[in-house]
């Protein structure tokens, strides 16, 4: 395993508040020191965009959805449809983000997980709950999730075929 994790790609939330690129440091930093390698902004077969997709040596997927406001995250109503394309689901938020709304039963606190990040490291402040994906679904998935990364790859290659993701 390489001793240091790879930068976010520079276009990952372009469109995003500061802090939100931060947050996204900090936990693919996490991740990476536990053989989870993430992507960011990935879009799933539903038309939703995941924050971040992250698998893991065993094919395990998880998806992380990045708060940085309260008023973002009372106002995201999808979220729900993240759950049918990872293993995990974790929320993820910078430090000093009040945490309580998570404890209520509309963020599922029994299933997902929570992440307190900053640009730095990050620390799992709960463990997501793991739900198998159907084998077809993983298989489907992680075919996704190799060919947006070699994509992304070669873009860095040869920017020309940058914006083809």
Aim: charged content about 30%; glycine content about 6%; proline content about 8%.
């Amino acid at each position: 395993m390489d001793s240091a994790p790879p930068p976010l790609d520079p276009a990952c939330f372009d469109d995003a508040p500061a802090q939100a690129r931060d947050v996204a440091r900090g936990v693919a930093r996490l991740f990476f020191r536990q053989d989870l390698l993430a992507l960011c902004e990935v879009p799933l077969a539903n038309g939703r965009r995941a924050d971040l997709l992250a698998l893991d040596a065993k094919g395990c997927m998880t998806i992380v959805e990045i708060k940085v406001s309260r008023a973002d995250l009372r106002g995201d109503a999808k979220w729900p449809d993240y759950l049918d394309y990872c293993d995990r689901f974790f929320w993820a938020v910078p430090i000093g983000f009040d945490l309580s709304p998570f404890e209520e039963e509309a963020f599922r606190p029994g299933l997902a997980g929570l992440i307190v990040a900053d640009r730095y490291d990050a620390a799992i402040i709960r463990e997501a709950a793991h739900r198998p994906l159907a084998a077809p679904r993983r298989r489907a998935e992680t075919l996704r999730f190799a060919r947006r990364a070699a994509r992304r790859l070669l873009g860095d290659l040869d920017p020309g075929l940058a914006g083809m993701d």
